[in-house]
């Protein structure tokens, strides 16, 4: 019943974006309205149902993201969609998923901010609330797809992320893509990850205990697994604990679980970058907007390449360092005042000249600035 | 003497409540109900908020969820949608459930959800020390009110009553026998139960007040009067006291109840449209030589349809033309009136940027339209505009088609509502963006039912209108 076919379909970046939860097994679904991402909970009030799944409209984001990980911790599968505001509201509960170790995955539409900033207009300025937006130390992953078949597939690798590493999901999905339209072929089944469950007798349960990979095996409510969960720093039993040695750890193995995973998690898109001197870094929609210059400076004869991260976080700290060793000159191109530069002059050591372009007026980078850009670099 | 211990986690005792706080008394309270209802405690999942009422869940053996201070209701509406099979109840002190987390409480009340909520209301934040409360009695003294209360205290059974819960009962811990037959009542009721139990904080309420635990256990025992009796008192009498018992339970349907309704008619109009509109397969794509992309503007005043001119001609060239498109159309207020515009990029290979940066063909419905969004039309781009409508032209090389579009379609056509697609058969006549046999393809598969004539005839007209242009 799902609406996912193998013809051919004009499908907008919304409508992807919900056909992939539902494709990797979402069935529920709680949000918020807001501009510009409405369009994403108006496609799974329409197509959940249908589905047997659960859609309901809450009071705020708060309760949105509440939901979603109640709804988790009973086994379903669950998403919340959002835009800057909204995602604001969700930080402390976004925290309360990283700490308590349950799958869930939010999509930010981004718009400009600061505030209610330009509802309608598109931005990438929540790169860094998507890795940083709840308090405390913390793991993050964050993906940002560039075209409507990446909406859904991203978000299919959001679903399957959440599961495998249990914990919450980040899709930064950009107001043009996410409005926009674009035939393409969706699957009509995917691979989907589910959350491992404990294999020991209910007695010898610990909820919190993780085998190597950091990841503990997840029993859901109603399993025979009674256990405890809290945002409060745990054991390995679940029980809020006060002992530094347990805090320490715990904190230790959020971050270093994803830390294991970096090599799964990563996922970048590298365009005419062999011989390229200068490579620009973007991502979303401005990324297709370098590609556009990097085809006709190309052209041009000018050794010009892209590294399009669509994961965001963890960042591609080596590849960016390894650019930054062997080539003339890297540019990043954002729709904010220089979130992701900040990361790759980290990453750079300076090691190479680094060059920004950042529009935040609420229109898109164009090929033209990004050509300019690379002028400049040139000289 | 009934035993608790197989529904306690032994090893996480003693608890942190203070000596003389009533907690404890709710807390076996709802265990006998449990009990007494005959729950499995592999079913029963408790959610809990923060405070020091909160913390009930992690001692007791059940599925125990602690969440954030004042979602419990939230977190705990997620569980129980997803998973209608488990018995939710939600553990919250009165700072919880009525100021941090009011806004939950009231929707999920009215949502009738089938949850059972049991407010520990201690009159005070206990947790944090004994600030002020949404709970704590006028001219009372608080940390945070040390010139004694000036708010009045908020009644979470009226609140929760006015907002639509199916049940609302208020407990005392002095009256621990009737608290548990509310709870068990509350649970066995099909929708949103509140039991608001009134409970004492000897330490942050009691102290700074000059009350005991026993000066507290005393006003619970004389302020509390059975609802009935408390009905029957005038407002004198009234004065300092409030009514415990059942005080409001209907038998309006559930959530869920409601939601498995609405299923079945998702799926049965699911059903319906799927029998009356049969698929209209894409056919082959012809095979054609590499032509150069081409940008299409459609613009107009919000209302005459060019969004969906420009989902349509999205298809035709996508779909069923077997070439890769973008399409884009204004969005937010100017959509719903004022210039509106959608754009449409084809092209033979890949789309990098999305938007159109030159416009080959142009067409505007308006002035406004015209104005406004002609500034990027190649020199060697086609401009068509409505001849009525649009009567100052752009100052600019490319070739110019004034067409009678909408005056056309209100003669031939009868409904001006489509003018948007004798526009399309129009400019597909004149600019062979697509194939007329791709373009009636696309609008008959969009085409609302029972209006597949009408588009039919829209479009001839539409070429007509187009082939007169291009020949006269
Ligand atoms: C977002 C947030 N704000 C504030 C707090 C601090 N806080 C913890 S418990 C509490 C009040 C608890 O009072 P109540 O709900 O009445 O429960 P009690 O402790 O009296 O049982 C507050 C303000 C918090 N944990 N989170």
């Not at chain 1, 609330?129 to 299919?156: C, K, M, N, Y």
């Not at chain 2, 635990?213 to 009935?228: C, G, M, P, Y």
């Not at chain 2, 100017?334 to 754009?343: D, I, V």
Request: glycine residues 10%.
């Amino acid at each position: 019943m799902t609406e996912v076919t193998t013809s051919p379909r004009l499908v907008q970046g919304a409508e992807a974006c919900a056909e992939g939860a539902l494709a990797a097994g979402c069935r529920f679904y709680a949000g918020y309205p807001i501009t510009p991402s409405s369009e994403i909970a108006e496609a799974m009030a329409r197509m959940l149902p249908l589905e047997g799944g659960v859609f309901l409209q809450v009071e705020d984001e708060i309760a949105a993201i509440a939901a979603v990980i109640g709804a988790s911790l009973g086994g379903v599968k669950a998403i919340t969609a959002t835009s800057g505001p909204g995602f604001s509201l969700m930080q402390e509960n976004i925290g309360f998923a990283a700490m308590a170790e349950v799958p869930s995955v939010v999509v930010n539409v981004m718009r400009g901010g600061p505030s209610t900033g330009q509802p309608t207009a598109p931005a990438q300025a929540d790169v860094m609330q998507a890795r940083w937006g709840t308090h405390g130390d913390h793991p993050a992953i964050a993906l940002a797809p560039s075209s409507i078949s990446e909406a859904f597939d991203e978000t299919v690798r959001a679903f399957n992320l959440a599961e495998k590493y249990r914990t919450p999901v980040i899709v930064l999905l950009d107001e043009l893509i996410a409005h926009m339209r674009e035939t393409v072929v969706l699957p009509d089944s995917v691979e989907t990850s589910q959350r491992v469950k404990p294999t020991v007798a209910p007695e010898a349960y610990l909820p919190y205990a993780a085998p190597s990979s950091g990841v503990p095996p997840m029993a859901n409510f109603g399993d025979g697994y009674r256990h405890h969960v809290t945002g409060l720093s745990h054991d390995e039993h679940g029980f809020p604990s006060e002992d530094r040695a347990v805090a320490g750890d715990l904190i230790t193995r959020l971050m270093g679980k994803i830390e294991l995973g970096r090599e799964e998690i990563l996922k970048a898109e590298e365009f005419c970058l062999e011989d390229a001197e200068i490579v620009i870094i973007a991502y979303g929609c401005v990324a297709r907007a370098a590609r556009a210059a990097v085809r006709n400076a190309r052209e041009r004869g000018q050794r010009i390449g892209l590294f399009r991260p669509i994961t965001l976080w963890p960042f591609a700290d080596e590849r960016i360092g390894e650019f930054a060793a062997q080539r003339r000159t890297l540019i990043t191109a954002e729709m904010n005042m220089g979130q992701i530069a900040l990361e790759v002059e980290r990453a750079s050591g300076g090691n190479c000249p680094l060059l920004r372009l950042n529009r935040v007026d609420g229109d898109t980078i164009t090929p033209g600035q990004i050509l300019d850009k690379i002028a400049e670099a040139r000289v | 003497m009934f035993n608790y211990d197989k529904y306690l986690r032994m090893q996480r005792l003693p608890h942190i409540w203070c000596s003389g706080c009533g907690n404890g008394i709710i807390s076996k309270a709802l265990l006998r109900a449990i009990e007494k209802l005959g729950l499995e405690q592999d079913r029963v999942c408790l959610v809990s908020g923060i405070g020091c009422s909160s913390r009930l869940p992690g001692y007791l053996d059940f599925n125990t969820l602690h969440t954030t201070h004042g979602r419990p209701i939230a977190f705990a509406s997620g569980l129980k949608l997803g998973r209608p099979d488990l018995d939710v109840v939600v553990i919250t002190g009165d700072g919880d459930a009525l100021a941090i987390g009011g806004n939950h409480f009231v929707h999920a009340a009215r949502r009738n959800l089938n949850l059972t909520v049991v407010l520990f209301n201690n009159g005070v934040y206990g947790m944090t020390g004994g600030q002020l409360a949404p709970t704590t009695p006028f001219d009372m003294v608080a940390s945070t009110a040390p010139y004694q209360n000036i708010e009045q205290p908020l009644d979470a059974c009226k609140l929760a009553t006015a907002a639509g819960a199916g049940y609302v009962a208020r407990g005392t811990t002095y009256k621990s026998q009737l608290t548990e037959r509310l709870i068990i009542d509350g649970m066995r009721h099909r929708g949103f139960a509140l039991i608001e139990v009134m409970t004492n904080c000897n330490v942050y309420y009691g102290r700074p007040n000059k009350k005991s635990t026993l000066d507290l256990l005393r006003w619970e025992k004389e302020a509390a009067i059975d609802h009935k009796l408390f009905e029957k008192m005038d407002a004198r009498q009234r004065n300092g006291k409030f009514p415990i018992g059942r005080l409001h339970q209907d038998a309006r349907p559930e959530y869920m109840e409601l939601y498995r309704e609405l299923i079945a008619r998702a799926r049965q109009k699911a059903e319906t449209a799927a029998q009356k509109k049969p698929e209209s397969r894409p056919a082959a794509a012809p095979p054609n030589s590499p032509r150069a992309a081409v940008a299409v503007r459609l613009s107009g005043s919000g209302g005459q349809g060019l969004i969906f001119a420009g989902v349509v001609l999205a298809e035709a060239a996508g779909v069923y033309g077997g070439r890769h498109v973008v399409q884009n159309q204004v969005y937010g207020p100017e959509a719903r009136g004022g210039a509106s515009k959608s754009e449409v990029i084809i092209s033979d290979s890949e789309i990098d940027y999305p938007k159109p940066t030159e416009i080959d063909l142009h067409l505007a419905l308006t002035q406004e339209a015209c104005d406004r969004y002609c500034g990027d039309l190649k020199a060697s781009g086609t401009l068509i505009v409505d001849a009525d409508n649009v009567s100052s032209i752009p100052r600019g090389e490319f070739t110019v088609y004034r067409l009678p579009i909408v005056e056309t379609t209100r003669k031939k056509v009868g409904k001006t509502l489509v003018a948007n697609v004798v526009s399309l058969g129009a400019a597909t006549a004149l600019f062979r963006v697509v194939s007329p046999q791709a373009l009636e393809q696309a609008v008959l598969a969009r085409a609302p039912k029972g209006t597949e004539e009408l588009n039919r005839r829209a479009l001839a007209v539409g070429f007509a209108l187009g082939d007169s242009a291009r020949t006269g």
